[in-house]
């Protein structure tokens, strides 16, 4: 069993000392957390697990802390991935639900797997999900004062499971500021993707990850044999003549776990019940 998880990224120049200290326990709490989970649980089940506790900690901006587009409303996108069944399911611009995640994971049982924007919306008040504001104040005045946000934090989550199953799940509030009705890569294959051989969860800017077919590319070449490391460096060497922004972390059949990011650094955790590995 494997599980790494990522809260976005982290950025030296607008975050302080506390917050990367109080995002490295939140990380390290959350991943031992959806380790215990993952013993009596599918991967699938595991990763929906651990992004709605990411969703939950407004440290990170996805579910409670999402950033505030331009018109001032906060729109939230998440998807999963079964890499057994390989079927997608995903959220694109939602509004007003405490885990968009949970939403993905209803709609994978349905033919109509990924739904958009009052669609979402819709379709999560009928499943039960009640109007949440997941706005926190800290977003409220960095949108007034038309500030850069404190560092991406989108959040994300790989497992590999104990028969083996692996499951990507990715959940975002977008990059702020952004046109009402941009989509992120986040509900994407480019943003999230998984099969039997190999799961990526990505953060980074939505239009240089979707540009590159990030996740969907690493999947691809691990599938196709390359190590993971391989399929990371040949993907990422595919980023730089655009200068693309990105974050990844995957997990492989094996067992083999991998991070990388291009000139930012990403917030990560991963556990597998001995060796823990956070973000410095
Ligand atoms: N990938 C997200 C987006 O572009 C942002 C992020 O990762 O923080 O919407």
Known sequence: MKLIIHGGFFSESSTNHETKVAKQNALERIVKESY???????AVETVVYAVSLLEDDALFN???????QGDGKIR??????DGETQKMSGVINIEEVKNPIQVAEVLMQEEDRVLGGSGATNYARQHGFEKFS?????RRSEYEAKLESAGLGTVGCVA?????KLAAATSTGGKGFEIPGRISDSATVAGNYANSICGVSLTGVGEDIVS???AAKIVTRVTDGFPL???????????????????????DCDGNVFHQDSHPSMVFASFDGKHLEVFS
């Open 62 to 68: 996805a579910g409670i802390g999402s950033q505030i």
């Open 76 to 81: 939230m996108s998440a998807a999963l991935m």
């Open 160 to 164: 590999l499971d104990n028969n083996g």
């Open 229 to 251: 490391k391989d399929a990371f460096a040949k993907t990422f060497d595919e980023l730089l003549p655009y200068d693309g922004f990105a974050g990844a972390i995957a997990i």
């Open 36 to 42: 215990a989970f993952l013993k009596t649980h599918t």
């Open 134 to 138: 997941t706005e926190i104040p800290q």
């Open 212 to 214: 590159n077919a990030t």
